[in-house]
């Protein structure tokens, strides 16, 4: 599992050690380029201190021949081109020096040679290069010995402070550990600037989860209580139909358990709807689904109940080929559930009518029907769960219209309830603007 800690302590010293190896290489070019021009300046004093002297021949080796001590090379030539001095051991140098300072590739390998002239001989002082840069590595290394000796307390602070500075996820996580799995209150916990994005990220979660969490106890708390009833029925229906004296009323009761049976099972089967159709619920495959088809196949479902109920059930379109996004099962439960609700309260010689038409703002449709409609104050309180108004003789689980409303908001619809032009209810379901073609 990684770190953030050791990322950063890594990454922290990594760049540290990049940084002090460019400095030891940026100090060991200053301290060569500095020793070089001191050393030069010994070089002329060397030169300018033999100048007062007297050569009158070949004067003996001033240096015992294995001193190693000694790092220059000296010779004097008088005008006429003869060696008066040297040191020893000897060095092999050019006959003819050049005054001033030049440097010279020799056998040895390179030197740094001064040269002057004082009266009628030139004198020439010289060093190995070698030693000028084994001088300069030395002052540069007495230079970066205290910061490689001070990096592991360097490393050691950089621990400590980006521990410091992580403190405040720590102690968030300590707090959110301690939480109980119903405590869904926002975290209030002070964090830097940059922990607040998942702060804020953590807070907007749940406040999602404690909408689920209530929306979940609101749904089995409905469900036990609509349940309730047609259970306490159906026991009731069983114990009549173990109690019938004789074979007619055993049938009678018998037919009494299979409608209790089948309004039991509609209701489950909302109620499982609806929980699929709940926010937080397993998201459907969306895809292009053909309106037009759609809402056909749906009406030609309903031709047979609304023939058999006497209704005329008409549909129409405006629109060629209209595509729209969404769950295509979904889509043809809320239609569906639209157009039952619109056959089932609309008295026999009625009419329904659906129209699929575009607007310039959406592409919606339209289901109306002849019956009693909906008050304007109840059309609201309809799409509650469960809601059911006084006096309807219709039966019904009042779970039709909340499983509209939950697929609409999931699709990102809208469905408003108006008066019908032929005095009924009027459903308007609206889709967003289609987009523009590739």
Do not use: C
Not at 229 to 253: G, K, S
Not at 312 to 326: F, K
């Amino acid at each position: 599992m990684r770190s953030i800690r050791r990322d950063l302590l890594l990454a922290l010293l990594g760049a540290m050690l990049i940084v002090l190896l460019l400095g030891a290489w940026a100090t060991y070019r200053a301290e060569v380029q500095q020793a070089g021009v001191l050393l030069d300046y010994h070089l002329r004093q060397l030169a300018l201190a033999l100048r007062d002297r007297t050569y009158d021949s070949a004067m003996p080796p001033a240096l015992q021949p294995h001193d190693s001590e000694f790092d220059y090379s000296i010779q004097v030539w008088n005008r006429d081109g003869v060696t008066l001095y040297y040191s020893y051991p000897p060095h092999v140098f050019p006959n003819r020096a050049q005054l001033g300072y030049t440097t010279v590739q020799t056998s040895e390998g390179p030197w740094r040679v001064f040269a002057m002239q004082s009266g009628g001989e030139v004198i020439q002082v010289a060093q190995p290069m070698s030693r000028r840069e084994q001088l300069a590595a030395h002052a540069a290394w007495q230079s970066l010995r205290a910061f490689l000796l001070l990096f592991p307390a360097m490393g050691l602070s950089v621990w400590v402070l980006v521990g410091k500075g992580l403190a405040p996820i720590a102690r968030l996580a300590r707090a959110i550990a301690a939480r109980t799995p119903t405590a869904m209150e926002p975290v209030s916990e002070q964090v830097p600037a940059e922990v607040q994005p998942l702060v804020h990220a953590l807070n907007a979660l749940l406040a999602r989860l404690k909408s689920a969490l209530q929306t979940q106890r609101q749904f089995v708390a409905d469900a036990a209580h609509e349940l309730r009833t047609p259970l306490a029925a159906l026991q009731l229906q069983v114990q009549l139909v173990e109690r019938a004296p004789d074979e007619t009323r055993r049938t009678a009761a018998l037919a009494e358990l299979k409608l209790g049976l089948d309004r039991t099972t509609r209701v489950v089967q909302q109620l499982l709807t609806l929980a699929r159709e709940e926010p937080g619920a397993m998201p459907a495959p969306v895809q292009p689904v053909g309106l037009d088809s759609l809402i056909e196949s749906v009406v030609g479902e309903y031709r047979a109940v609304s023939a058999v109920r006497n209704i005329r059930l008409q549909l129409s379109s405006s629109v060629s080929e209209p595509l729209v996004t969404g769950d295509e099962a979904s889509l043809r439960t809320l239609f569906a559930n639209l157009l039952d609700n619109a056959v089932r309260y609309t008295p026999p010689g009625g009419t329904v009518n659906v129209a699929v038409q575009r607007t310039p703002g959406s592409l919606q449709v339209l289901i109306e029907d002849s019956g009693p409609g909906i008050p304007p104050q109840d059309r609201q309180r309809v799409f509650d769960r469960f809601y059911r108004r006084e006096g309807m003789l219709e039966g019904g689980t009042g779970l039709g219209l909340a499983i509209v409303k939950a697929i609409a908001d999931r699709h990102g619809l809208r469905v408003a309830l108006a008066e019908a032009s032929i005095g009924g209810l009027s459903v308007r379901v609206e889709f967003p603007p289609p987009a523009a073609p590739a």
